[in-house]
């Protein structure tokens, strides 16, 4: 078995370029929509259908993290992730933007099912609670992301290059990950398949569906991911076309968000520890509530990144300690358990993202960013009814 910190580094690693995406494709997804000559409509549409072939492949196919073994599966999402990239470059109408989106999306679930079912893995091995860490480290790579690629269009870089560069990290991890032997999920000495029965739990892969604690975890996480997806896919346009601020200071808005998520997941385990679960979901939801209003009643840039902070100080813990808390309820199946948990949760999430954009084409992103209010609201109502599980972990 692969020493824990070899896997502890490529975990990172794994994590630190799929944030580095996400905070490049936040600032560059202005100029792609300008580039195609897209509304908010037309984008909503093509976001929406991405959204249902992501949700659509971790539902059919996030088991396989289990049955196939984390090495293999990593390695074929990350090969569809990198040509979903690439299509990026070549998009030149609607139609060529919907197919790459189907590619891209799907992979870019695929992908995050099997890191986090990897965490999940290596939480077990190590002993120790790491998906908050591996989930700030996310959110430190979307920072170098948003500033990277605000940087480079302000030196005059082409957007469709400035793409292309997260190829060659994402690379790097994909050798790692080829050269790298996984620990088992079940602890054993073959892979668990996908028909393993977990104790108390349905059988089969889809039982996993119905299962009631899982499910008020997945709820609660899929609540984060809707903010986080509409504040990671809009907040770029908010801030560049709706407010008029140039690529670099734009770029650095979005920075500003996922730096406030990157701090606030390193200072989750702290929290969890000392108030629990369910105090600091309801102060989650009540915070990300108040910092999207304070951003949307005001023009004053100053204002409106200081509530783009508080949003992301407060959904920063969300997803990693539900996903955390899956693994906890089917160490065996992990894999299958986290996929559930996103395909409700960050399926949740990329509907949301369309979502606002049907809204934006009516009413304007500012009113239609108000989803993030409502979402934060249904966070504190749903975290109340929560039961604290030993250890700080949601039962």
Same mark, same amino acid.
């Given at each position: 078995?692969?020493?824990?910190? %070899? ?153 469709? =290059? ?8 994402? +690379?790097? *991890? ?30 089969? %892969? ?7 604690? =899982? ?5 609660? +996480?899929?609540?984060?991911? *809707? ?8 907040? /770029? ?7 008029? !601020? ?6 650095? /808005? ?36 108040? &910092?999207?209003? =304070?951003? !949307? *009643? ?23 300690? +539900?996903?955390? +808390? ?18 409700? &949760? ?37 975290? =109340? ?11």
């Amino acid at each position: 078995m692969t020493g824990v910190g %070899r896997l502890l580094a490529l975990s990172s690693a794994a994590f630190g370029v799929f944030g580095l995406w996400a905070g490049c494709s936040a600032v560059l997804l202005a100029d792609l929509t300008r580039a195609l000559g897209l509304s908010p409509g037309p984008l909503g549409i093509a976001l929406f259908t991405g959204a249902a072939a992501s949700m659509a492949a971790m539902g059919t196919l996030g088991w396989t993290a289990d049955a196939l073994g984390r090495r293999t599966f990593l390695v074929a999402a990350m090969g569809a992730f990198g040509l979903g990239i690439a299509g990026l470059t070549l998009a030149g109408g609607f139609a060529a933007l919907v197919g790459v989106f189907v590619v891209l999306y799907s992979a870019t679930g695929l992908y995050d099912v099997g890191i986090n079912a990897a965490a999940v893995d290596l939480e077990r091995v190590s002993d120790r609670r790491l998906m908050s860490f591996l989930h700030a480290l996310y959110a430190v790579g979307a920072v170098f992301g948003a500033l990277g690629a605000g940087a480079l269009l302000s030196a005059g870089v082409g957007f469709r =290059l400035v793409y292309l560069t997260v190829l060659v990290p994402l +690379a790097a *991890v994909a050798v790692g990950v080829a050269l790298t032997r996984f620990p088992n999920p079940g602890g054993g000495h073959a892979e668990v398949p996908p028909e393993a029965v977990e104790e108390g739990a349905a059988a089969g %892969r889809w039982g996993l569906y119905g299962n009631a604690p =899982l499910l008020l975890v997945a709820a609660i +996480a899929g609540l984060g991911f *809707v903010s986080e997806g509409v504040m990671e896919t809009w907040s /770029g346009i908010y801030l560049r076309d709706t407010l008029g !601020l140039g690529a670099l200071l734009g770029g650095s /808005g979005v920075a500003v968000f996922f730096g406030a998520m990157a701090l606030g997941r390193f200072g989750t385990g702290w929290a969890v520890t000392r108030l629990g679960n369910r105090r600091v979901l309801v102060g989650a939801g009540v915070l990300a509530a108040c &910092g999207m209003a =304070l951003a !949307l *009643v005001t023009t004053l840039p100053t204002l409106v990144i200081g509530g783009f902070l508080l949003v992301g100080l407060a959904i920063s813990g969300m997803a990693p300690l +539900a996903q955390s +808390a899956a693994g906890d309820l089917f160490p065996k199946r992990a894999g299958a358990a986290v996929s559930v948990v996103i395909t409700f &949760g960050s399926g949740g999430g990329l509907l949301a993202t369309p979502l606002v954009g049907g809204v934006a084409e009516l009413t304007g992103l500012r009113a239609a960013l108000g989803l993030v209010v409502l979402a934060g609201l249904a966070v504190f109502v749903l975290s =109340l009814r929560l039961r604290e599980k030993g250890g700080g972990q949601a039962g």
